[in-house]
Every structure is written in C-alpha cells, then in structure tokens.
Nanobody, 124 residues
Framework: QVQLVESGGGLVQAGGSLRLSCAAS????????MGWFRQVPGKEREFVAA????????DYVDSVKGRLTISRDNAKNTVYLQMNNLKPEDTGVYYC?????????????????WGQGTQVTVSS
C-alpha cells in the first residue's frame, strides 16, 4: 500500500512558476514509477510526466516539454513537479500517481495509487 499526498498548488500568473510535491508513505517508494496527471472539469485525466524508479528516465507530454520537470528524492519518499513558464492551459487539478510495474506508462489505468490532487490555476 502506498499513500500519496500532494502539495504546492495555487494561483499564479502566466509565465510564473510553481513546484508541486508528492509525499509517499511506506517503505517501498523506490519500487514505484511515479507520474503526474492533470484534469479539468468535463475532460479525462491527462498524462503530464512520469519518472522511473531510479529517476534516470523521464517522460513528458509534448505540451509541457522544456517547461515542466519531474524529479524524485528516494531518500525523502517524494516526487516533485517543477513548473516554469506556466500557461493558462496548464490550469487543472494535478494528481500524483504510483505504478508498481516498474514501467513508465502514459495511461492512467496503469497506475495503482493516487493522491487527492492539488489545484493549479494560471491566470492570463
């Protein structure tokens, strides 16, 4: 079992930055690929980024490449999403997720555990 708690969301102007954090409970954090997804009302949850168990491999949706960076600190059981040069279209609820297959997936259904989400709002 893994419990995930996100923090760091908020309201920011376009061009600004935020850093999201996701703290995981349990002793097996290093066994999980970690991902970030976002969702806006009326739309499906969208893949944003994922990182391998070691942190050496990452994957991003094209729309955030060069602006958002996923990282993890296995000693702190925490995964981060550094968000720079934010755009209004980045607005949504951001969810952290854990996948126990050790493979990086872009599909939400592949992830086993989810946090409660944190709201990010980017004003124009």
């Amino acid at each position: 079992q893994v419990q995930l708690v996100e923090s760091g969301g908020g309201l920011v102007q376009a061009g600004g930055s935020l850093r999201l954090s996701c703290a995981a409970s349990g002793r097996t954090f290093t066994s999980y690929v970690m991902g970030w997804f976002r969702q806006v009302p009326g739309k499906e949850r969208e893949f944003v980024a994922a990182i391998s168990t070691s942190g050496r491999s990452t994957d991003y949706v094209d729309s955030v490449k060069g602006r958002l960076t996923i990282s993890r600190d296995n000693a702190k059981n925490t995964v981060y999403l550094q968000m720079n040069n934010l755009k209004p279209e980045d607005t949504g609820v951001y969810y952290c997720a854990a996948d126990g297959t050790r493979l990086i997936w872009r599909v939400a259904e592949r992830y086993d555990y989810w946090g409660q989400g944190t709201q990010v709002t980017v004003s124009s």
